[in-house]
C-alpha cells in the first residue's frame, strides 16, 4: 500500500533524495578542504584560497540541502494528501456490514492520525534513510582512503551500537501500533458521546463518559511513553557510540602521531568526518524508527484496503418512472455467524404500485428486509426480484436510483435545508422542490425559517423537530422520483393532525409509484392494499387490514391493543 501511494511520486523523491545527498557530498568535501587549511598553515602557504573553497562548500551545501528538504516535505505531503482522499473515496464505498462493526471515531483517526505518519515514512523514513545510506558509504570510503586502521577501530565500535539498534527498533514499531490503536479507540469514545450528546446530559453521564475517554487517551500516552523511551535509547546509543569512537580513534591515533606513523593533519581530517559521521548515522536511525512508526500507521490503513468495497457511482442514463413490482423468494439471512437468523425463508409478492405494509413485533425482521432491498447486506440464500430481475443482475446505481428509502431516526445532514432537499437528486428545479415541499407540508417551515430554504439545519437537524426531519427526509426521497418508495417508521414522529396528512401524502404517492411501509403504529397501515405480518424472521399472514383482524391473532392482538390505546388518549383529551 504505501508504494501504490509513493509511486506517483518517485521522481519527485529521487529529486529530493539527490538534492540531500549532493548536499552531503559537500560537507563530506569539507574536512579533505580543511585538511590542506591545516597544512598550508603548517607550511606557511596562502590561506585565502583553501578558506574561500571552504565557505563555498558549506554555503552551496547548505543551499541545496534546503531545496532537497523542500522537495521531499512538499513531495511527503502530497503523499498523505493522496492517502487521505483514497481512504476517504473507499470508506465511504464500504460495504454497510463492514462500517457497522466499525468504530466512526476510529475511522476518522486512521485519516487523519495515521496518514500524517505517512509523512515521516517518506522523509525520514525513506528517502533520508536512503541519502543517509550513501552518505555512510562515501564517507567510509574516505575514511579507508586516509587510514584504514583507524576506520577498523570507528567499525568495531559502531558495530556494536548496531546491534543494540537491531533489538530496539522493532519494539519501537510494536510500541507505536499500539498508540495508533489506543487513538483510535480514544476517537471512538468520544465519537460516541458526541453523537448522544443530548442523552448524554440529560442522563448526567458526562463524568462517566470523560472518564472513557480519559482511559483511552492514557492507553495512548502509555504507549506513546514507550515508543519515545525506545526511541531515546536507539538515538542516545548513536549518540553514545560516535563518542566512544571518538575516544578510540583520538587514543589510536594519537600514539600513531606520537610514534610518526600518521600525521597530525591527517589525524584532524579524520576526526572531523567522524564527527561529520554523525549526521548520516543519527539520519539512518531517524530513518529506521520513522520506518517502523509509519508501517504501524500503514497496517492500520492496509485493514481499510482490504475490505470489500461497492462500484463507483455510475450515471443512470434514463431512469424508469413506472411503478416497480418486487418479490422476495425463500429469503434466509442472519447479521453474523455467531447470531441467530434474521430472516426464515421470507417469501411474498409486493404488485407494481399502491401501498404494502410490514407490521409485526420488534425483531421480525421489518427492517432487515429494507436493508436487503437496498443491498446493504446479501441474502444467504433465497432471491430477491425488482420487475421479474434479481437484484444481484442490476448495478448498484440503477437499483438505488429506483428506491427511495426513508430510514427510521429520518437523518439530516449539517447544511442548508435545501442541500438537504436535493441530497438525493441534485438536478432537482425549483418547481420540483416547491412541489416535493406542499405534499409533505414543509411549506410552513420554509416560511418560517428566517432564510428560506438556504437556512442551516443545524448538526444532524438540531434545528428542527424530529417530526420535520421526518417529512425532510420523506421529501428528500420523493425528489428522487423513486419507483419504489421505502418507509421506515415513517409516521413514528407525528402528532395526530400530521400523521393524517402524511397519510393522505402516502396514498396519493401510491397512485404514482411503489410504496413498502413498515409501521408499528397500524393506524397508519389500515388502508394499505396488502399487509405481511412478519413475526420472529418469518411471514405469518397476508392480507388486508380487515382480513388480518378476522383471521390473524397476532395482528388482532396487536390492532386491538393499539386501538384501545388510541381511544384511551383521545378520551383523556377531550375530557
Same mark, same amino acid.
Given at each position: 500500500?504505501?508504494?501504490?501511494?509513493?509511486?506517483?511520486?518517485?521522481?519527485?523523491?529521487? %529529486?529530493?533524495?539527490?538534492?540531500?545527498?549532493?548536499?552531503?557530498?559537500?560537507?563530506?568535501? +569539507?574536512?579533505?578542504?580543511?585538511?590542506?587549511?591545516?597544512?598550508?598553515?603548517?607550511?606557511?602557504?596562502?590561506?585565502?584560497?583553501?578558506?574561500?573553497?571552504?565557505?563555498?562548500?558549506?554555503?552551496?551545501?547548505?543551499?541545496?540541502?534546503?531545496?532537497?528538504? /523542500?522537495?521531499?516535505?512538499?513531495?511527503?505531503? =502530497?503523499?498523505?494528501?493522496?492517502?487521505?482522499?483514497?481512504?476517504?473515496?473507499?470508506?465511504?464505498?464500504?460495504?454497510?456490514?463492514?462500517?457497522?462493526?466499525?468504530?466512526?471515531?476510529?475511522?476518522?483517526?486512521?485519516?487523519?492520525?495515521?496518514?500524517?505518519?505517512?509523512? %515521516?515514512?517518506?522523509?525520514?523514513?525513506?528517502?533520508?534513510?536512503?541519502?543517509?545510506?550513501?552518505?555512510?558509504?562515501?564517507?567510509?570510503?574516505?575514511?579507508?582512503?586516509?587510514?584504514?586502521?583507524?576506520?577498523?577501530?570507528?567499525?568495531?565500535?559502531?558495530?556494536?551500537?548496531?546491534?543494540?539498534?537491531?533489538?530496539?527498533?522493532?519494539?519501537?514499531?510494536?510500541?507505536?501500533?499500539?498508540?495508533?490503536? %489506543?487513538?483510535?479507540?480514544?476517537?471512538?469514545?468520544?465519537?460516541?458521546?458526541?453523537?448522544?450528546?443530548?442523552?448524554?446530559?440529560? =442522563?448526567?453521564?458526562?463524568?462517566?463518559?470523560?472518564?472513557?475517554?480519559?482511559?483511552?487517551?492514557?492507553?495512548?500516552?502509555?504507549?506513546?511513553?514507550?515508543?519515545?523511551?525506545?526511541?531515546?535509547?536507539?538515538?542516545?546509543?548513536?549518540?553514545?557510540?560516535?563518542?566512544?569512537?571518538?575516544?578510540?580513534?583520538?587514543?589510536?591515533?594519537?600514539?600513531?602521531?606520537?610514534?610518526?606513523?600518521?600525521?597530525? =593533519?591527517?589525524?584532524?581530517?579524520?576526526?572531523?568526518?567522524?564527527? /561529520?559521521?554523525?549526521?548520516?548515522?543519527?539520519?539512518?536511525?531517524?530513518?529506521?524508527?520513522?520506518?517502523?512508526?509509519?508501517?504501524?500507521?500503514?497496517?492500520?490503513?492496509?485493514?481499510?484496503?482490504?475490505?470489500?468495497?461497492?462500484?463507483?457511482?455510475?450515471?443512470?442514463?434514463?431512469?424508469?418512472?413506472?411503478?416497480?413490482?418486487?418479490?422476495?423468494?425463500?429469503?434466509?439471512?442472519?447479521?453474523?455467524?455467531?447470531?441467530?437468523?434474521?430472516?426464515?425463508?421470507?417469501?411474498?409478492?409486493?404488485?407494481?404500485?399502491?401501498?404494502?405494509?410490514?407490521?409485526?413485533?420488534?425483531?421480525?425482521?421489518?427492517?432487515?428486509?429494507?436493508?436487503?432491498?437496498?443491498?446493504?447486506?446479501?441474502?444467504?440464500?433465497?432471491?430477491?426480484?425488482?420487475?421479474?430481475?434479481?437484484?444481484?443482475?442490476?448495478?448498484?446505481?440503477?437499483?438505488?436510483?429506483?428506491?427511495?428509502?426513508?430510514?427510521?431516526?429520518?437523518?439530516?445532514?449539517?447544511?442548508?435545508?435545501?442541500?438537504?432537499?436535493?441530497?438525493?437528486?441534485?438536478?432537482?428545479?425549483?418547481?420540483?422542490?416547491?412541489?416535493?415541499?406542499?405534499?409533505?407540508?414543509?411549506?410552513?417551515?420554509? +416560511?418560517?425559517?428566517?432564510?428560506?430554504?438556504?437556512?442551516?439545519?443545524?448538526?444532524?437537524?438540531?434545528?428542527?423537530?424530529?417530526?420535520?426531519?421526518?417529512?425532510?427526509?420523506?421529501?428528500?426521497?420523493?425528489?428522487?422520483?423513486?419507483?419504489?418508495?421505502?418507509?421506515? +417508521?415513517?409516521?413514528?414522529?407525528?402528532?395526530?393532525?400530521?400523521?393524517?396528512?402524511?397519510?393522505?401524502?402516502?396514498?396519493?404517492?401510491?397512485? +404514482?409509484?411503489?410504496?413498502?411501509?413498515?409501521?408499528?403504529?397500524?393506524?397508519?397501515?389500515?388502508?394499505?392494499?396488502?399487509?405481511?405480518?412478519?413475526?420472529?424472521?418469518?411471514?405469518?399472514?397476508?392480507?388486508?387490514? %380487515?382480513?388480518?383482524?378476522?383471521?390473524?391473532?397476532?395482528?388482532?392482538?396487536?390492532?386491538?391493543?393499539?386501538?384501545?390505546?388510541?381511544?384511551?388518549?383521545?378520551?383523556?383529551?377531550?375530557?
Amino acid at each position: 500500500m504505501l508504494l501504490t501511494h509513493i509511486r506517483p511520486q518517485k521522481w519527485m523523491l529521487v %529529486a529530493g533524495g539527490l538534492l540531500g545527498f549532493v548536499g552531503g557530498m559537500a560537507g563530506l568535501a +569539507e574536512p579533505l578542504v580543511a585538511k590542506t587549511v591545516i597544512e598550508a598553515f603548517g607550511s606557511g602557504g596562502s590561506l585565502a584560497g583553501p578558506i574561500v573553497l571552504l565557505t563555498v562548500l558549506v554555503l552551496c551545501g547548505a543551499a541545496i540541502s534546503a531545496a532537497g528538504s /523542500y522537495v521531499l516535505e512538499r513531495t511527503a505531503e =502530497s503523499i498523505v494528501l493522496s492517502a487521505r482522499l483514497g481512504l476517504v473515496g473507499r470508506m465511504l464505498r464500504l460495504r454497510v456490514h463492514d462500517v457497522d462493526r466499525l468504530k466512526p471515531g476510529d475511522l476518522l483517526s486512521r485519516v487523519t492520525a495515521d496518514t500524517t505518519l505517512l509523512r %515521516a515514512v517518506c522523509t525520514s523514513g525513506v528517502t533520508n534513510g536512503i541519502t543517509a545510506v550513501f552518505m555512510l558509504i562515501g564517507c567510509v570510503a574516505l575514511m579507508a582512503a586516509m587510514d584504514p586502521v583507524l576506520l577498523g577501530v570507528t567499525l568495531g565500535v559502531l558495530t556494536l551500537i548496531a546491534a543494540i539498534g537491531l533489538f530496539v527498533f522493532p519494539r519501537i514499531g510494536r510500541a507505536t501500533a499500539q498508540a495508533q490503536m %489506543a487513538l483510535g479507540e480514544m476517537g471512538a469514545g468520544l465519537d460516541r458521546a458526541l453523537q448522544a450528546f443530548r442523552t448524554v446530559k440529560a =442522563s448526567g453521564a458526562e463524568a462517566r463518559e470523560t472518564e472513557a475517554v480519559r482511559v483511552a487517551a492514557r492507553e495512548a500516552w502509555r504507549r506513546g511513553v514507550t515508543a519515545a523511551r525506545w526511541s531515546a535509547i536507539a538515538g542516545t546509543s548513536t549518540w553514545l557510540g560516535v563518542q566512544l569512537a571518538f575516544l578510540a580513534v583520538l587514543g589510536v591515533g594519537g600514539i600513531r602521531v606520537a610514534n610518526g606513523s600518521l600525521e597530525i =593533519s591527517a589525524l584532524i581530517a579524520f576526526l572531523l568526518y567522524l564527527f /561529520y559521521l554523525t549526521g548520516p548515522i543519527s539520519m539512518l536511525v531517524e530513518g529506521v524508527t520513522q520506518l517502523q512508526t509509519g508501517l504501524a500507521a500503514v497496517t492500520r490503513l492496509r485493514e481499510i484496503e482490504d475490505l470489500e468495497t461497492e462500484p463507483l457511482d455510475e450515471p443512470v442514463a434514463e431512469k424508469e418512472s413506472t411503478p416497480a413490482a418486487l418479490s422476495l423468494r425463500d429469503v434466509h439471512f442472519h447479521y453474523g455467524e455467531d447470531r441467530s437468523p434474521a430472516l426464515h425463508g421470507v417469501s411474498f409478492e409486493v404488485p407494481a404500485g399502491g401501498m404494502t405494509a410490514l407490521v409485526g413485533p420488534s425483531g421480525a425482521g421489518k427492517s432487515t428486509i429494507f436493508a436487503l432491498l437496498e443491498r446493504f447486506y446479501e441474502p444467504a440464500s433465497g432471491s430477491i426480484l425488482i420487475d421479474g430481475r434479481d437484484l444481484t443482475e442490476l448495478p448498484l446505481p440503477e437499483l438505488r436510483a429506483a428506491i427511495g428509502y426513508v430510514e427510521q431516526d429520518a437523518p439530516v445532514l449539517a447544511g442548508s435545508l435545501r442541500e438537504n432537499l436535493v441530497f438525493g437528486a441534485p438536478g432537482a428545479t425549483d418547481a420540483e422542490i416547491a412541489e416535493v415541499l406542499r405534499r409533505t407540508q414543509l411549506t410552513d417551515l420554509v +416560511e418560517r425559517l428566517p432564510e428560506g430554504l438556504e437556512t442551516a439545519v443545524g448538526h444532524r437537524g438540531q434545528m428542527l423537530s424530529g417530526g420535520e426531519r421526518q417529512r425532510v427526509a420523506i421529501a428528500r426521497a420523493l425528489l428522487r422520483r423513486p419507483r419504489v418508495l421505502l418507509l421506515d +417508521e415513517a409516521t413514528s414522529q407525528l402528532d395526530a393532525v400530521n400523521e393524517m396528512r402524511l397519510r393522505e401524502v402516502i396514498d396519493e404517492v401510491a397512485g +404514482e409509484t411503489t410504496v413498502l411501509v413498515i409501521a408499528h403504529r397500524l393506524s397508519t397501515v389500515t388502508g394499505a392494499d396488502r399487509i405481511v405480518v412478519l413475526e420472529a424472521g418469518r411471514v405469518r399472514a397476508i392480507g388486508t387490514h %380487515a382480513e388480518l383482524v378476522s383471521g390473524d391473532a397476532l395482528y388482532r392482538e396487536l390492532a386491538t391493543t393499539q386501538f384501545a390505546a388510541d381511544s384511551e388518549i383521545m378520551t383523556s383529551v377531550e375530557g
